[in-house]
Nanobody, 124 residues
Framework: QVQLVESGGGLVQAGDSLRLSCAAS????????MGWFRQIPGQEREFVAV????????YYADSVQGRFTISRDNAKNTAYLQMNSLNPEDTGVYFC?????????????????WGQGTQVTVSS
């Protein structure tokens, strides 16, 4: 069983960048597909990005494609979400999640473990 803790959120201006971290303990992230999701105020949680268990294949939501990058540092047992060219529509609580049963998934119900979330606020 893996425990996940996000960090790196904050208040930034439109056009700025942030890097979110998802530190894992209890197991190695190489055993999991890793996803990032976000919950925008008044909306359901939505998929943002996924990194396959093999550490190579990635997939992004259309809204973040070309601006966000998901990655993993095996030595630090930490996953990251680099977010560039942020805009106010990116404001929300960002969650990392680990999927043990599948290598690669965009659906929430495929993920077994979740962090507590970190707030990202982008001002215009």
């Amino acid at each position: 069983q893996v425990q996940l803790v996000e960090s790196g959120g904050g208040l930034v201006q439109a056009g700025d960048s942030l890097r979110l971290s998802c530190a894992a303990s209890g197991d190695s992230l190489i055993n999991y597909g890793m996803g990032w999701f976000r919950q925008i105020p008044g909306q359901e949680r939505e998929f943002v990005a996924v990194l396959a268990r093999n550490g190579k294949s990635t997939y992004y939501a259309d809204s973040v494609q070309g601006r966000f990058t998901i990655s993993r540092d095996n030595a630090k047992n930490t996953a990251y979400l680099q977010m560039n060219s942020l805009n106010p529509e990116d404001t929300g609580v960002y969650f990392c999640a680990a999927a043990q049963r599948t290598q690669f998934a965009t659906q929430e119900d495929r993920y077994d473990y979740w962090g507590q979330g970190t707030q990202v606020t982008v001002s215009s």
